[in-house]
């Protein structure tokens, strides 16, 4: 009973950031409203000026569950991971944060999980983790699997975070904790994930995971590439030396 009030009282505001994410979007909202029944929450969608029509998507969204509950805004041009969280959290008007990927990648049916998770242990972030038993990866090949976990050991050797997958970009946060976290971080792009774990960590706030199955894209091509590697290390780097 006094679970359920929580829940009742809490608002969850979900920051999607998009970049040509037209064949994804209504698919990952249907998917949120279905398995949020019961919870009070928004779609915050931050779209980096798309070309190939996400946002005509999104305002077709709008006219099917309403302004109050997909909340569209926009920017004119790709910006950057970090900033576009940032972007999204100025319009947040719920108590909790969630972080997650347009892509299909991160499935709405873990969002109760985090909820849950929350709520039984009072945690400041809870974040979702491929690489505890339970999780996995589902659609990459051997070399990517072992360049994802390769990149997450050498994280671990080196910057002890207490958490088992920092490159994961599917989290829910206190809203002050996140705006806390975030305003810490100077990273953009890939590296920016692993930095607001370590940092959050850094700083003491109660972290608990929860295993996920992250599925490679259903549409469009992934955007991690050498670049995203080379970067990645840098950023490894700079954690070392700053935290």
């Known amino acids: 009973m006094e679970e359920q009030q929580k829940k009742e009282k809490d608002k ?4 999607v950031p998009t970049y040509n994410e037209r064949l994804n979007i ?6 949120v409203f279905k398995h949020l029944r019961d919870v009070n929450f928004e779609i915050i969608i931050v779209d ?3 070309p190939d029509g996400t946002q005509d998507i999104v305002k ?3 006219q099917v569950y309403g302004e109050d509950h997909i909340l569209l805004r926009a920017r004119p041009k790709k910006l950057g991971l970090g900033t576009a969280y940032i972007h999204g959290l100025k319009h947040a008007s719920g108590n909790f944060v969630v972080i997650m990927d347009a892509d299909l990648s991160h499935h709405p049916k873990y969002l109760p999980s985090f909820i849950k998770k929350q709520m039984e242990t009072g945690a400041s972030i809870v974040t979702g983790t491929r690489y505890v038993k339970g999780g996995g990866v589902h659609g990459w090949n051997l070399m990517r699997k072992l360049t994802s976990r390769g990149a997450n050991v050498l994280a671990q050797t080196f910057l002890w975070p207490g958490v088992s997958d920092l490159t994961g970009s599917f989290r829910l946060y206190r809203k002050s904790v996140l ?3 975030i305003s810490s971080c100077v990273s953009k792009g890939y590296v920016f994930q692993m930095e607001m774990i370590v940092r959050a960590s850094r700083k003491g706030y109660h972290i608990e995971e929860v295993p996920i199955t992250f599925v490679d894209r259903v549409y469009g ?3 991690l590439g050498g670049s995203e590697i080379v970067e990645y290390l840098k950023g490894l780097v700079y954690l070392l ?3």
């Open 26 to 31: 209504a698919l990952l909202v249907y998917l």
């Open 241 to 243: 030396l700053t935290t």
């Open 221 to 223: 091509s992934s955007k």
């Open 48 to 50: 980096d000026g798309s």
């Open 179 to 181: 705006e806390d976290v």
């Open 12 to 15: 969850y505001s979900i920051i």
């Open 60 to 62: 077709q969204l709008q």
